[in-house]
């Protein structure tokens, strides 16, 4: 069973830096693609960017270019989240995910992923 294992999250203040991390645990994994998506009080749970390592390509929501940077390990089973210049805008808690194989669904779709971890808060003071 693969475990997905989220870290980094805390309190910063606004225009502060975080850096996520997530890594596989549990048997021996390696993925197609991981990402991050996060879940604000009371909203759904959106995408904020994923990395396939099909040619490397990276995938951000418009909300977070610029200021967000997805990077992955080299044995394809854990990920990172470098965020910059946070707002107060992006509280939320962030989850980690990823895709085993290689399948057609968008990295933008959460239904895409099959692995999740349980979560790191971030908070963004003003």
């Known amino acids: 069973q693969v475990q997905l294992v989220e870290s980094g999250g805390g309190l910063v203040q606004a225009g502060g830096s975080l850096r996520l991390s997530c890594a596989a645990s549990?048997?021996?994994?390696?993925?197609?693609?991981m990402g991050w998506f996060r879940q604000a009080p009371g909203k759904e749970r959106e995408f904020v960017a994923a990395?396939?390592?099909?040619?490397?390509?990276?995938y951000y929501a418009d909300s977070v270019k610029g200021r967000f940077s997805i990077s992955g390990g080299n044995a394809k089973n854990s990920v990172y989240l470098q965020m910059n210049s946070l707002k107060p805008d992006d509280t939320a808690v962030y989850y980690c995910?990823?895709?085993?194989?290689?399948?057609?669904?968008?990295?933008?779709?959460?239904?895409?992923?099959?692995?999740w971890g349980q979560g790191t808060q971030v908070t963004v003071s003003s």
């Open positions: 995910a990823a895709v085993p194989t290689f399948n057609s669904g968008s990295y933008y779709w959460e239904g895409t992923y099959q692995h």
């Open positions: 990395i396939s390592w099909r040619g490397g390509s990276t």
């Open positions: 549990g048997r021996t994994f390696s993925s197609h693609a």
